[in-house]
């Protein structure tokens, strides 16, 4: 009669199961980059707003750079973390490109910043009624001076948009000089049409320096179009 040796524990049977992976936990550790820089960027604006409200100078050719590094830190620090939930930080860099490109135009092109955002039509009936400046933010701004009889000597208006379109309209017969600039886009006064980039346009009425009354218009659009019409 044969007999078999014992089978030892372990040899000749499977191995056992790998031990289940940890439970995920959530991250505590605090925001994420996107998040983070969003706020900064929300605080910046939400301080700017609060200084122009209480009549506090503030360099506002700066801000959009400034906010801009912020971005371009929190771009560079979730890219080191690889970070994929970047929602937050993809709106950052939206609203810093927005402002830097605003406030480039104003620095180079001298377009002032300032104005709203949207669609703005202005009508003065009386000289007395037409503002120094017209500054629009985002939109078309439209500036009609038929009704307006000037007052002996030269009336100086000044209109900007920083991304849109301007439309001044003068009377036919009335004396104009017009300096417009344009940093990307096209200008049209009196009948004279350039395009491109850095564009700038000096037009004047026949027999300008000649007549007692006279309009001097200034014109800036930092991305868009300067019309001057006369209709």
């Known amino acids: 009669m044969s007999t078999q040796a014992p089978r030892q524990p372990g040899v000749g049977s499977p191995p056992p199961p790998d031990p289940p992976p940890p439970p995920n936990r959530p991250n505590r550790a605090g925001v994420s980059i996107g998040a983070f820089t969003l706020g900064l960027v929300l605080v910046g604006i939400g301080v700017v707003a609060l200084l122009i409200a209480l009549d506090v100078a503030v360099p506002l050719q700066v801000v959009g750079p400034a906010i801009l590094m912020v971005v371009g830190f929190g771009v560079l620090v979730s890219g080191i973390r690889g970070e994929t939930d970047q929602g937050g930080l993809g709106f950052a860099i939206f609203v810093g490109v927005v402002l830097a490109v605003a406030s480039f135009a104003t620095a180079v092109w001298e377009v002032p910043l300032g104005g709203g955002v949207g669609d703005r039509t202005v009508a003065p009936t009386a000289v007395e009624t037409v503002a120094d400046d017209y500054r629009w933010g985002l939109g078309d701004l439209h500036v009609d001076l038929r009704d307006v009889q000037l007052e002996p000597g030269t ?77």
Do not use: W
Request: hydrophobic share 50%.
């Open 155 to 231: 009336t100086e208006v000044e209109v900007s948009v920083v991304m849109g379109q301007v439309e001044v309209v003068v009377p036919d017969g009335m004396a104009v000089e017009v300096d417009a600039r344009v940093a990307a886009g096209a200008v049209e006064v009196l009948g004279q049409r350039v395009e491109g980039v850095n564009v700038d346009l000096v037009q004047r009425t026949d027999g300008f320096d000649d007549t007692e009354h006279r309009l001097s218009l200034v014109v800036r659009v930092g991305f868009g179009e300067a019309d001057v019409v006369v209709r």
